[in-house]
Nanobody
């Protein structure tokens, strides 16, 4: 079991940047494969990015490649999502999650079993 708390969301103009954080507790953070998902009103949850337990491997949705960077600091039990060149289409609630199943794709929400409460990101045009 792990507890996850996101922070860093807010309102930003198109072209701006935000840095999201996900603080973890309740389990050894360095053992956890982690990911970020987002959900906009009226739309289904979608994969954003993920990172392996020690940060060696990272994965991104095509829609954010070249703009977002996922990272982690295991000494601080924290994962980050640096978001640059933000667009109005990036507006959503961003949620961090812990992956526990590996029979499917890292981009599938069904592979993750612990979720944070989410933080709102709003990008104005």
């Amino acid at each position: 079991q792990v507890q996850l708390v996101e922070s860093g969301g807010g309102l930003v103009q198109a072209g701006g940047s935000l840095r999201l954080s996900c603080a973890a507790s309740g389990r050894t953070f360095s053992s956890l494969f982690m990911g970020w998902f987002r959900q906009a009103p009226g739309k289904e949850r979608e994969f954003v990015a993920s990172i392996s337990a020690r940060g060696v491997s990272t994965y991104y949705a095509d829609s954010v490649k070249g703009r977002f960077t996922i990272s982690r600091d295991n000494a601080k039990n924290t994962m980050y999502l640096q978001m640059n060149s933000l667009e109005p289409e990036d507006t959503a609630i961003y949620v961090c999650a812990r992956r526990n199943y590996y029979s499917g794709s890292y981009s599938s929400a069904e592979q993750y079993d612990s979720w944070g409460q989410g933080t709102q990101v709003t990008v104005s045009s």
